[in-house]
Nanobody
């Protein structure tokens, strides 16, 4: 079992930046496929970003390309989602997910999930 803990959410204004972090206390995330997803009120959970186990490949939803960056630190302890130029439509609960093989864009594949962190962007 892998417990994931997200942090870094908050209330910001449009155009601001936030950095979300995902950690698994006491465990390295180097051997996991990592994803960030979000869920806005009344909407289904949607894919935001993916980082392959190797760390070589990344993938982003069209609506965040050029604004968000997913990365993992060298020790593999933290996976980060850097969010720039935030928009009101980015308001959602953001979840990180991990899978020991492959998760990609498909939330149903990931084995492990965090509890989420709220991001609110005011106009």
């Amino acid at each position: 079992q892998v417990k994931l803990v997200e942090s870094g959410g908050g209330l910001v204004q449009a155009g601001d930046s936030l950095t979300l972090s995902c950690e698994a206390p006491g465990r390295s995330l180097n051997n996991y496929d990592m994803g960030w997803f979000r869920q806005a009120p009344g909407k289904e959970r949607e894919f935001v970003a993916h980082l392959s186990r190797s760390g070589i490949s990344t993938d982003y939803a069209d609506f965040v390309k050029g604004r968000f960056t997913i990365s993992r630190d060298n020790a593999g302890n933290t996976v980060t989602l850097q969010m720039n130029n935030l928009k009101p439509e980015d308001t959602a609960i953001y979840f990180c997910a991990a899978d020991p093989s492959y998760g990609g864009r498909y939330s149903g594949i990931y084995d492990y999930w965090g509890q989420g962190t709220q991001v609110t962007v005011s106009s």
